[in-house]
């Protein structure tokens, strides 16, 4: 398969992926305890922080990694990115039920927003 089975937009959003991936891992992984106060968390147990960090650090950076990759590589990161947004997704509305702070909306809108992307490119690469 080529390059240009994918589409360049897809391309980008990978990249994008990619760039908010780190702006929220690095802080996660590195600065926990000021990242979670930052955002309102509690900081009882800085690990799940870390893995949280660990995990975009991970799925970002293939994002990264597969850019120009065939789209066989794609589709299987992008189911990949599905299952992961919507498992997220749930997490983030249970916590959000059990009085999460405000600013967990923002993380549930970030989530919704690239599974759709990547809902819509699941269909379009088929």
Known sequence: MKKRDIPKSLRIWFIIHFIIDMLFAIPLLFFSA????????????????????????????????????????????????????????????????EGAPKTTWLFLAIFVGFSIVWQYYKIKLK
Not at 83 to 97: E, K, M, P, V
């Open 34 to 97: 000021w990242t979670l106060n930052l955002f309102g968390f509690s900081l009882e147990n800085l690990l799940f922080a870390r893995l949280v960090g660990a995990a975009l650090i991970g799925i970002g950076g293939a994002s990264f990694l597969v850019r120009d990759k065939p789209k066989n590589v794609y589709l299987t990161l992008i189911d990949l990115k599905i299952l992961w947004s919507l498992a997220a997704i749930l997490a983030i509305i249970w916590s959000i039920i």
